[in-house]
């Protein structure tokens, strides 16, 4: 009860701290600012290079995370599955990190669309114009709405990971390990 796993809480924590806060400033930011670009022809270009450089410290985000959770999950696996309420917290958190690794991996693969497009007339960095040619416009509008879904998963990665800080306090676990015999003694 007593152990501690500094270095991987902190490569899990940091790891989806850094995944939202990306993502957030890269839909509010970054895609908000291409908007102003003057040129029009650049718009979308512009965005699509900044998501680009931003893709390495990304991945490597998300790398750490994983690894952390990993980690996390090893230490822990005896409270996973003897204290109630952590299994089901740690398969959901599981599944929102599938969720947003794919949305992730999916913006990603639009970006690059866009970005091999070049120079395309746009109205902004995911808002295409009546002159946007139609692989582009039909990117930058899947974006449009990515943009948006993967703060939500990853901000909900961080609360479940807050939860799950929570479940490794003592009379917390003793309460949910005292659920769980409970259970297994009722059947």
Partial sequence: MNEQHTLVRTLHDVGAAVWLGGSLMGAVGLNGAANDVTDSDDRARTAARGWARWAPVSAAAIGAHLIGGLGLLIANRDRVAGQSGVTANTVVKSVLTVAALGTTAYSGV??????????????????????????????????????????????????????????????????????????????
């Fill in 110 to 187: 639009l970006g690059a669309r866009i970005a091999r497009a070049g120079k395309v007339p746009a109205t902004g960095g995911t808002i295409p114009s009546a002159a946007t040619p139609g692989d582009v416009a039909t990117a930058q509008q899947q974006l449009r709405a990515l943009q948006w879904v993967t703060p939500a998963l990853t901000g909900a990665i961080v609360a479940l990971g807050a939860k799950q800080g929570e479940q490794q306090r003592p009379a917390t676990m003793i309460a949910g390990i005292g659920a769980r015999l409970a259970g297994v003694a009722g059947r």
